[in-house]
C-alpha cells in the first residue's frame, strides 16, 4: 500500500533509527511505579475503562499476560532522562514520570472522543466500546490517578515545595495543551492558517506537556536555573521535531511500521503540518483542488492523489524534513552549554535523533 | 402546574427556611477571589465556555453586568464556614473554595454531557450550544484553572505542606464522585438496587466534595485531628440530607421553585431516593407498573400519576423526609462536642435547617 502512494518500493524501506536505549532502560522500573501507585480496584468502572486504556488489561477486564498495546511512555522517559543526566538519581522522578504519562493518557481518551476516533495503537478506543458517557468519566477519573501518583513524589524526600512547584508546571503545561486543542478545533473549518499558527497550535497541544517533562526532571535534578531552562527549550524543540515528524508520517510513512493506513491524515483532512504549508503556498489549479477536496464530505483514492501531487509541488515534504531537522539542531544547541556526563550528551543526540528521524 | 401534580394549590405553598446567611456573608468575598484568581483571557476557547458556564457571560461571550445564572456556591460557603467556625480568617480558604466551585461546576460540565441535558439553571448547557467536543474541553481546563486557584493559598502563609493535604483530599474526594457517577451511571439500567446501593452512591457522588469542603475549611483553621474528623462527619450528613431533600424536590418540589418541570425526575427516569425505595418496597401490582412504566422508552403524564401514587402507596414521601431529617440531626451530633462561638453554632444549625428543609 505504501509503495503504492509514497512511490517507494517496499524493497527499499528504510527502518529508521531505533527507539534509543533509555526507552528500555526506565520501562520496567516506570511501569513498576504506575502499577504500585495506580492501585485500580478490578472490575469496577471507571478503573476497568483506565487498565484497557494502559494495556493491562482487555474489554473484559481480563488481565493481560503482557501489556496489549501500549504507547513509547515518551513523556516518562524524558523526564527521568532530564533527571538522570543532570545527575540525580531517576528514581525520585519516577512518581512524576507516571503522572505525565497518565495526564498524556487522559488525553488521548478525551481527544478519541473528540476526534470520534475508533481506533488507537491498533485497539478500539474507549468510547468506541464503552460509549462517550463512560468514556469521559474514565478519562476524568485518569487524570486525578495522574495527581495521585504525583504527591508520592514526597516519599523521595523531595520537599513540599518543589512538588507544588511540579503540581504548577503539570497544571500550565496542561492548559497550553487544552488551549493547543481548542486552536486545532478552529483550524479544521478554516483554509487561512499559516505555517506560524500551526507552529503556534503545536508548542501549546504536544509541545507543552513535552517541554513540562523535561522541566520537571531537571527541577528534581538541580535547582541551577540555567540548567532548567536549557532543559525547558531541549523539550520545546524536541516537541517540535516529533510532532512535524509524525504529521510526516501521517502522510509519507510506511503503513506497515506506523501502523497508520496510508494517506490516512489526508483522508481525515487532518490540518497537519504539510497541509497548511501547502495551503499557504499552493496557487492556481492546485489551490482551486485543495480548496475543492477540503470542503467535500468525503476525500477518496482520487483525492489524496491530488493532494500528494500539490504536496510534491509545493516542496511540502522537503519543508518538513528541513523544519524538523532544524529544530533537532535546536534542541541540542539548547543543552550545549549544560554541563553534562558524556553518556547524557550522546544519549541526547540518539534521542533527537530518534525523534525527528523515526519511520513509525 | 405542581398544584396540578402534587396536588396543593398554589395559595398554600410553602417557602420554606431561606439561605442562610452565610452565603451572603461570603458571596462577594469568594466571587471577587475567583474572577482575580480566574484569569480567562476574554474572546478565546475554551474560555469563553467557562465563563458562560459560571454566569458572567453570555453565548457570544458579552460580560454579563450582573451575574446570568449562577449556582449557590455551596462548597465553598461550607468551606469558608467551616474555617470561621474554628475561629480562623476565612480569607486564608478563598483560594480553595475557588478551587471547590470550579471542580464542581466542571464536574457539572461533563455531568451535561453524559445525561445530554440541555438545560441548566435556566440556560442552555454548555455541549448544547457548543457541541460535545468543546464542552468536553472546557470541562478539563476548567478544572486545570481549579487546580491554579489552590495553589494561590500559599499566598496566606499556609505551609506547602497543607496544601499538599489539601490537593490529596481534593483528588481522593473528586475519584469518589466520579465512582459515584459510575454506580449511577450502573444504576439506570437496573431494578435490583437497594436503598443502602443508594446512600452508598450518593455518599460518593454528591457526599464526598461536600465532606471534603468541611475538611478543607477545617484544615486551614486548625491543626486538632477531633474538629478535623467532626466537620468531616458533619460534611458527610449534611451531603446526606442535600442529596434526598434535592431528590424530594425534584418529584414533589414546586416547579415555580425549583426551576424544574413537575415530577421532571420521573418523566427523566431518574433512580433517586423515593424511585429506589419503591422499587424496593413495592410489590404486586404495584410493582408490576413500576417494571412497565421504568423499561418504557417515553413516561407520559399518565404514567407520571401512576408512579406518584405508588410513591403514596409505599411511603416513600414520609421516608425520604424522616431519612433527610435523620441525617440533620447526625449532622448536628457531629460537630456537638466541638468548641465553636455560640454565632457558629447557630449558623450550623441554620444552614442545616435550610439544606434539609428548603424548598428550592
Known sequence: MSGNISGQPIASR??????PAMFDRYKNRFEQELSRSVRLPEGTDPYTLIRYHLGWADQRGVTARSAISQGKAMRPTLCLFACEALEQDPDRALPAAAALELIHNFSLIHDDIQDQDVERRHQPTVWSIWGVPKALVAGDAMRSVGDVCLLNTSRYGVPPQTIL????ILTSSYLEMIQGQCL???FESSTEITSADYLQMIAFKTGALIRS???IGALLAT???AAFQAFSTFGSCVGRAFQIR??????WGDTSLTGKSAGNDIRRRKKSFPIVYAFERASGKNREDLLRIYIQEDIDDDDVGRVLAILDDVGARDESESLTEASAEQALEAIASVSLPAWARTEAE???DFLARRQY
Open 223 to 225: 535547582e541551577d536555573p
Open 14 to 19: 528504510d527502518l529508521g533509527p531505533g527507539l
Open 350 to 352: 540518539g534521542l533527537v
Open 213 to 215: 517533562s523535561m522541566e
Open 184 to 186: 486545532d478545533l478552529g
Open 246 to 251: 509524525d504529521d510526516y508520517l501521517g502522510i
Open 165 to 168: 512547584k511540579i503540581s504548577n
